[in-house]
């Protein structure tokens, strides 16, 4: 599976943010992305999908690389 995620821009200042993101209806809650992550920035929601805290991650992809799902991606976000 891929997953295609739109890049977003902020004209204005030019500040952008790389950000993981989990499509949560194909997730399976393993939690492999949790061990991977090194700034804690994901849980597991209610033992049904994993949820990132977009303030805390700094978009490195560890999660994604780990996600046996494939259903991770890190994208740019307005910062």
Sequence with gaps: ?????????VRETGKR??????LQAE????????????????AVVGGIF??????KCIGCGKCARE????????AEVPA
């Design 17 to 22: 943010k790389r950000v993981a993101f989990v």
């Design 27 to 42: 997730c399976v809650a393993c939690g492999c992305c949790l061990k991977a992550c090194p700034r804690n920035a994901i």
């Design 50 to 55: 994993a949820a990132v805290d977009a303030e």
């Design 1 to 9: 599976m891929s997953l295609k995620l739109e890049v977003l821009f």
């Design 67 to 74: 996600c046996p799902a494939a259903v991770i991606a890190i």
